[in-house]
């Protein structure tokens, strides 16, 4: 398997359930994103792990709990959702060069907060 | 104020046709990163092109191109012999700083659709 993936795919979920976006990626990457994506909004950055420590939490609420137990895994815990956290999130991972840190990205979990 | 700004929400290309989907970026670092990323109705956020700012010349990859312009602060993509595959929605995304795993800040995308 090649590049970034992340399961589910589609999660719908209750306010008061407690599930967890898992990412992986097979590209020797050092560095791993989650961004959210919701209607009409650019994309936003959650979180950024490097070498498996997070270095940047951009103001989000405690409900998304992230989690990187290696550098090729990357979960997002969720619980106690409300129905505006519904949206696409995207991970991602780069190693940056000199040069450049594209980031590559996963397809994406769609996930309903109903 | 905006770091990215695509102004167009939406374009039209006949299949065959040369497109220009803009964007312009704000930034008072000297050393920045540019990239486009494609997303098809699938979700996938697909990597196209990258510039970096001190690249003297444009990028180029395949049918695409970035007409980087530094003192408009402009960073427009061009796509050349429009596909039917090429319709989705199109992000400008911009790197502040020198490269090192920086988070990205991406404009709101411009949705293009490909006309047989």
């Known amino acids: 398997e090649t590049g970034v993936t992340q399961t589910p795919r589609h999660l719908v979920m209750g306010m008061t359930n407690k599930k967890s976006l898992k990412c992986e990626q097979h590209?020797?990457?050092?560095?791993m994103y989650w961004y959210k994506q919701s209607a009409k909004k650019p994309l936003e950055l959650m979180f950024v792990?490097?070498?498996?420590?997070?270095?940047e939490n951009n103001s989000v609420p405690s409900r998304f709990s992230p989690e990187c137990p290696n550098s090729s895994h990357l979960f997002l815990h969720l619980h106690t959702l409300q129905p505006e956290d519904s949206a696409l999130y995207l991970c991602?991972?780069?190693?940056?060069?000199?040069?450049?840190?594209?980031?590559?990205f996963g397809p994406g979990t769609r996930l309903t907060v109903l | 104020a905006q770091k990215i700004t695509q102004t167009q929400p939406g374009m039209f290309v006949q299949e065959k046709e040369a497109v220009t989907l803009d964007c312009t970026y704000d930034?008072?670092?000297?050393?920045?990163?540019l990239f486009w990323y494609k997303q098809p109705s699938s979700g996938e956020m697909i990597f196209l092109i990258y510039?970096?700012?001190?690249?003297?010349q444009n990028a180029t990859e395949g049918r695409y191109s970035l007409n980087f312009q530094k003192a408009r602060k402009s960073a427009n993509l061009v796509i050349s012999a429009s596909q039917l595959g090429d319709s989705a929605m199109y992000f400008c995304?911009?790197?502040?700083?020198?490269?090192?795993?920086?988070?990205?800040?991406f404009g709101k995308g411009t949705r293009l659709s490909v006309i047989a």
């Open positions: 995304a911009m790197r502040e700083g020198a490269s090192g795993n920086t988070p990205l800040v």
């Open positions: 590209l020797g990457h050092n560095a």
């Open positions: 930034t008072s670092d000297p050393s920045y990163g």
């Open positions: 991602a991972s780069s190693q940056a060069t000199e040069y450049t840190d594209t980031q590559y």
């Open positions: 792990y490097s070498l498996e420590e997070r270095v």
């Open positions: 510039q970096g700012s001190y690249d003297q």
